[in-house]
């Protein structure tokens, strides 16, 4: 790691002079791949110590308990449902804010208690708040979960209650004569016309500029015995006309450029889509089984499968996000990874393709997540991933070369998509890039020596010894034995300069290593951050 220190400092210095890049950017469509295909990405903290607490400060430092979801304005503030301490946090500028909420009391493990109260964003109260979404002038809709209501948070700083009454139910009506079980999210329409994932009724309902609250689809009469005598009132599917299709505790809703409705059908592990104008459901993304359900099973049978969409398995997915080239960035929360639904494919972005969970910031395939609940796009086409179980808010950036890189027929490396800069140019031989002695001796720290055609190289106790013409490297650490390996071409001597394959050093130090043959250019990048 001191090696990668001293490269990452040089590493700085070179992208300085050169001027600075924009790095990380794209459609995840049009991201860069590797070698095996894979996209070029990487996976750091945006905010949240990790932390099961309510701190504000600064992003990094900052704590959360569980939050479930995110909405981005148009100034790029974000805003966070803080689910567990029942407020919304804001996030700007780099640092952590109570947006609206406050903690009258709490229970006997100390955790704060929500409930039911309107008025200044400073003294309201809200009950375990889920899905977030903006209207066109800025105000924040809420669906309070616990609360079994719908809320709006207005510019000036008011909450107030436009559906539900803090009781729930499944009725239809207007404002406080509605109820609602457990909704968890919400989507306002250019008329202002807002959508609700009414969870725990298995519903979607929609409600007018006026308050009145009407159910788009047909309720579930299924039952489930989940244990001998124990019978539990369960969601079901269905696709074709709206008014009797049905869904398994939908999680999340997203419009699209058309008015229509990306649904995320949780229990059922699948991607719906309602097409508002002909009112008709479908099936997008996802497995559907025959039979849906095992007996006695609340759920789907889930699974974790990348490829066509109507073939690809998902494990109660819940937060789901359009991108600009009009895919859709899938929170897969309990296979503890984001896919990303594109042209009729399913693919993963981010964590593990296992079902792992775990904290771990670095690239792709070398980052963990931990029941991600939401995803949001920013305006530069990153993305932001409520990290629940984490308590932390997640940043997805896809690799773009950096600004400045000229695609003039010369090889270049960057480190990290820093430009490296090289007083001699690395060049092609046997087809292995091969890069000046000197610079990887300085960027790793070694002390290079030669002696009677010896190249020597020594660090903390480890020599390295290369005979220009030979492939093969001799390695010794301490006074043990040296072990000889083969490495993948062999140095060589040109002019006053002697040139080493920039891959096995790279490799040795544990860097991914990548060629992108459109611009000839080494991408060297840290595994973890």
Same mark, same amino acid.
């Given at each position: ?136 002038? %800025?105000?924040? +809709?809420?669906? !309070?979960?616990? @609360? =079994?209501? *719908? &809320?709006?948070?207005?510019? /000036?700083? $008011? #909450? ?31 008329? %202002?016309?807002? +959508?609700?994932? !009414?969870?725990? @009724? =298995?519903? *979607? &309902?929609?409600?007018?500029? /006026?308050? $009145? #609250? ?316």
């Amino acid at each position: 790691m001191k090696n990668l220190k001293k490269l990452s400092a040089l590493i700085v210095a070179a992208s300085l002079a050169a001027g600075s890049s924009n790095v990380f950017a794209a459609s995840p469509g049009e991201g860069l791949r590797g070698a095996d295909g894979g996209i070029l990405s990487q996976v750091t903290t945006y905010a949240g110590s990790g932390e099961f607490a309510e701190a504000n400060g600064a992003a990094l430092s900052a704590s959360f308990r569980a939050p479930e979801r995110i909405a981005v304005a148009k100034d790029g503030t974000v805003y966070v449902s803080d689910t567990v301490n029942h407020i919304i946090r804001k996030v700007k500028d780099g640092q952590v804010t109570t947006y609206a909420g406050i903690t009258l009391t709490r229970d006997e493990a100390g955790l704060p208690e929500g409930t039911l109260v309107d008025g200044k964003a400073e003294a309201s109260l809200f009950q375990k708040p889920a899905g977030l979404a903006l209207d066109a002038h %800025g105000n924040l +809709y809420v669906a !309070d979960s616990g @609360n =079994h209501a *719908i &809320r709006k948070i207005s510019v /000036d700083g $008011t #909450v107030t209650t436009v559906a539900g009454n803090g009781v729930l139910g499944t009725v239809d009506g207007k404002g406080a004569e509605a109820r609602f079980f457990g909704p968890q999210d919400v989507a306002v329409a250019a008329d %202002g016309t807002i +959508y609700v994932a !009414d969870s725990l @009724n =298995h519903l *979607i &309902r929609k409600i007018d500029a /006026d308050g $009145t #609250v009407s159910t788009l689809n047909a309720a579930s009469t299924r039952a489930v015995e989940v244990v001998p005598g124990a019978v539990e009132a369960a969601g079901d599917y269905k696709d074709g006309a709206l008014d009797q299709a049905k869904f398994n505790e939908p999680s999340s809703i997203e419009l699209d450029a058309k008015g229509n409705l990306y649904v995320s059908d949780s229990g059922n592990g699948l991607i719906r889509y309602i097409d508002v104008a002909a009112n008709t459901v479908t099936t997008v993304a996802g497995t559907v089984r025959n039979p849906m359900y095992e007996k006695g099973k609340l759920y789907s049978a889930d699974g974790y499968k990348d490829g066509s969409a109507l073939t690809a398995e998902f494990h109660f997915p819940k937060g789901i996000a359009l991108t600009k080239e009009g895919g859709l960035v899938i929170a897969d929360t309990l296979n503890h990874a984001v896919r990303y639904l594109h042209n009729g494919t399913v693919t993963t972005l981010a964590g593990s393709t296992s079902g792992d969970f775990g904290k771990t910031n670095g690239i792709e395939g070398n980052n963990l997540l931990h029941a991600p609940s939401d995803v949001a796009v920013l305006s530069n086409d990153d993305i932001l991933i409520g990290d629940s179980y984490n308590n932390a808010v997640r940043l997805y950036a896809l690799y773009r070369q950096p600004d400045g890189l000229k695609n003039d027929g010369t090889i270049h490396v960057t480190f990290n998509g820093a430009l490296l800069q090289f007083d001699t140019q690395p060049e092609i031989a046997d087809n292995r890039t091969m890069v000046p002695l000197s610079v990887v001796g300085k960027s790793f720290g070694y002390e290079v020596s030669f002696d009677k055609g010896v190249i020597r190289m020594k660090k903390n106790g480890t020599t390295l010894e290369l005979v220009p013409g030979k492939t093969e490297i001799r390695t010794q650490v301490g006074d043990g034995e040296a072990e000889v390996r083969a490495i993948d071409a062999a140095p060589y001597i040109k002019g006053e300069r002697t040139y080493v394959p920039i891959r096995f050093f790279s490799e040795e130090f544990g860097l991914d290593v990548e060629w992108d043959k459109s611009t000839r250019t080494v991408i060297l990048r840290e595994k973890t951050l």
